[in-house]
């Protein structure tokens, strides 16, 4: 019953792959872990057996720790909806917004939420290893904060702070940080880790120790460039790849970038096609025209995704795609896009209105205040299909006749047009089942192959765990756990 917490100097630093990587490390030494992120924002996210969600990395570091997922693990999460406002889900289900005007005030009601799911946490395991959001160095943001130093005060959890040399100044982002910060916040940091560190340790020999020396804190480890982190699914759009065009030999599968896009990781087992490139295309940039299909991904606020679709031009482009015979694919807020209209009449994602879809399929939908989360299986294009679906809409239409898949359940879900070219559907996560995925890129001419997604994800644990396990003090951090519960 000890709990140790990652905060990083700033976002992006790799907090979130290092708690997974601690997590796969401890797990395998035998010990009880579970992972824990107070509060999270993004949009992608997964669904946990109870019905509820966390965030994709949460999911992550739960799959590092051999542990079932659990809505504990991510007991607040903000999902953007807007640039001033974001869905909050609680324990696993929305309960309502967060917008600029209630941000500060509302966060700090939700302290007592955090603690319960840390303290259930933290009785079922050896240690909860805890990942911060953002950075504590953001002290115009201290005041009701859950997230980093209000959480670690409040939990009594000891921090460790991550810094990232790959973006450069890593000496004054450390020791800045402690310099900024309350000095009873700072007394809660008792060590720190360099992340990302290329070339030859000993050049950093002395800024590490310059680090210890200026901000009184214990280093705990130089990691190296984990290039295993490339395989694992990201939650930060940020770091969203992008390409152009295909290699020869290779279909090119393209998926713009839109500003709310969400579980985007469902594009994952693509990139290990060999004969798939995947071009995510952004803002400013055509769809390429030769393209063998165009992916439209699930979206958090799909009214507006869809217009700022039509801003770019991509309606355009997927219009000409489609009449050239190339094939469209539509997931969740993607599958709603290519239908006839979209309505949100009580203004769930914002002002009530109602659109024109793509027109692409013959249906319809209505966004309402029920929140589809479940895992499904069935079966879709002949073959087995497993996935989960995260929704607030319901479609409807002659084009639902021709579902993409039949669940097990009994129902049908999706659609798909007459010719066979555009395909929609609610389920995300159904690219990782070989056979399905292998059915779909043979409908662009492309032969797939039967590799597991899982597989590829669990063996990548593995290989960081085995880093960290080379160049993190672990038994320091196992020990500075320990002593702050004692």
């Known amino acids: 019953m000890a709990g140790l917490m990652l905060q990083g100097t700033g976002s992006d630093v790799g907090k979130s792959v290092l708690v997974a990587g601690l997590c796969r490390a401890l797990a395998n030494r035998g010990l009880r872990v579970l992972p824990f992120k107070p509060q999270n924002m993004s949009n992608n996210a997964a669904v946990t057996p109870e019905g509820g969600e966390i965030g994709r990395a949460q999911a992550l570091q739960a799959i590092a720790a051999r542990a079932p997922l659990h809505v504990d693990m991510n007991p607040v999460l903000l999902k953007p909806q807007a640039d001033r406002t974001s869905q909050l889900i609680v324990h696993g289900k929305v309960r309502g917004t967060l917008g600029s005007g209630n941000f500060r005030e509302g966060r700090r009601n939700l302290l007592p939420d955090v603690l319960e799911s840390y303290r259930r946490l933290e009785a079922q395991c050896d240690?909860?290893?805890?990942?911060?959001?953002?950075?504590?160095?953001?002290?115009?943001?201290r005041s009701g904060?859950?997230?980093?130093?209000?959480?670690?005060?409040?939990?009594?959890?000891?921090?460790?702070?991550?810094?990232?040399?790959?973006?450069?100044?890593?000496?004054?982002?450390?020791?800045?940080?402690?310099?900024?910060m309350d000095p009873e916040d700072a007394a809660m940091i008792r060590g720190f880790l360099i992340n990302k560190f290329r070339g030859d340790p000993a050049l950093f020999t002395d800024g590490y120790d310059a680090i210890a020396e200026r901000s009184g804190w214990r280093g705990y480890g130089l990691v190296p460039w984990l290039s295993a982190a490339a395989r694992l699914p990201s939650e930060d759009a940020v770091v969203l790849e992008r390409g152009q065009g295909a290699r020869p030999g290779r279909k090119l599968v393209a998926c713009p970038i839109l500003p709310r896009i969400a579980n985007f990781d469902d594009l994952d087992p693509l990139r290990g096609e060999p004969e798939i490139d995947l071009a995510m295309i952004p803002p400013g940039t055509p769809i390429p025209a030769q393209a063998s299909l165009v992916v439209l991904p699930g979206s958090k606020a799909t009214i507006a995704d869809l217009a700022f679709l039509r801003e770019q031009g991509w309606d355009i482009d997927i219009l000409a795609h489609r009449r050239r015979g190339g094939m469209v694919l539509g997931i969740c807020g993607g599958y709603q896009m290519l239908g006839r209209t979209l309505a949100d009449p009580r203004g769930i994602e914002g002002a009530p209105s109602q659109v024109t879809g793509l027109g692409l399929l013959e249906v319809d939908t209505e966004i309402g205040v029920v929140k589809s989360l479940e895992a499904v299986s069935g079966t879709a294009l002949d073959e087995a299909l497993r996935g989960y679906e995260m929704h607030m809409g319901v479609t409807d239409g002659p084009g639902c006749g021709r579902p993409f898949a039949q669940f097990d359940d009994g129902r049908s879900d999706g659609a798909i047009s007459a010719d066979g070219l555009v395909l929609g559907t609610y389920c995300h996560g159904f690219l990782g089942t070989p056979g399905l995925r292998k059915a779909l890129l043979g409908r662009i001419g492309a032969q797939g192959t039967a590799f597991d997604q899982s597989h590829v994800v669990d063996t990548a644990l593995d290989e960081i765990a085995e880093v960290l396990e080379a160049h993190v003090d672990i038994p320091g951090l196992l020990e500075l756990a320990r002593n702050s519960w004692r």
């Open 127 to 141: 240690l909860v290893v805890v990942e911060g959001a953002g950075s504590p160095a953001e002290i115009n943001l």
């Open 145 to 180: 904060d859950i997230a980093n130093m209000g959480f670690a005060r409040a939990a009594g959890v000891p921090v460790v702070l991550v810094g990232d040399i790959d973006r450069g100044g890593v000496i004054a982002a450390v020791v800045g940080t402690r310099n900024v």
